[in-house]
């Protein structure tokens, strides 16, 4: 299995520009997870989705950030209108979530956006 | 809401020792505890969990322990080597919500 996979790893913009962060989680995963870390915050979670489903998304920061996930195997996070202090590592995480049994959740390489 | 406190942050520990790091989780419901590791510059790696129908699950030199009653849970290295170094985060996973909750992570610095 490949893992997590996202693109692209590294993104360089300017402020006012759309962003757009792409993930494949696992196969046979049925939750999706985006994180940002910066070393002020941390790792934040963002919006998270089960089967397809956005389930909590009150970690996005403002409407600024939007995030979708038309199938099971890919999911996009977009930034628009992106600012500075939107710079961070972007994490995709997946995991096979069965009600009372949770399994485990990997992370992908992640995405370092910055924007000047 | 859910919180997960975890200490200490910073983890300085001479090679051969012993590193141990805490975290308290504020739901009863959580149901699941993993413990990553991040090397700088990479993803957090998944090193061990545990599940809360156990107290205690060891894989080498690293073993986790768990306290429901007293809502903590625990990372333990042992006979520590310079790439034990990284940060480690906890977290733990609420039963139901699917979702997972991160301690503040603690850099662990293992001395040569």
């Known amino acids: 299995d490949a893992g997590v996979i996202q693109s692209p790893r590294h993104e360089v913009t300017e402020m006012g520009q759309e962003v757009t962060l792409r993930c494949k989680p696992i196969s046979g995963h049925n939750s999706l997870f985006w994180y940002r870390q910066t070393m002020m915050r941390g790792l934040e979670l963002l919006i998270y989705?089960?089967?397809?489903?956005?389930?909590?998304d009150s970690g996005m920061p403002e409407d600024r950030f939007s995030a979708k996930m038309p199938n099971a195997s890919f999911s996009t996070l977009k930034i628009q209108p992106s600012e500075p202090r939107d710079s961070a590592v972007y994490f995709c995480a997946s995991s096979l979530v069965l009600y009372r049994a949770p399994y485990e959740q990997y992370f992908g390489p992640g995405t370092r956006l910055t924007v000047t | 809401g859910e919180n997960v406190e975890q200490h200490p942050s910073t983890l300085s520990v001479q090679e051969g020792d012993s590193a141990v790091i805490k975290c308290t989780y504020s739901d009863s419901a959580s149901n699941y505890f993993p413990w990553y590791k991040q090397e700088l510059g990479k993803r957090p790696q998944l090193i061990i969990d545990?599940?809360?129908?156990?107290g205690e699950k060891k894989d080498q030199r690293i073993a986790v322990t768990l306290n429901k009653t007293a809502k903590h849970f625990s990372l333990h290295i042992t006979e520590t080597q310079p790439e034990d170094s990284a940060v480690y985060f906890c977290a733990a996973l609420t039963s139901g919500t699917y979702k997972y909750i991160f301690g503040t992570g603690t850099r662990l610095k293992v001395l040569a």
């Open positions: 989705f089960n089967n397809n489903v956005p389930i909590d």
């Open positions: 545990i599940r809360s129908n156990v």
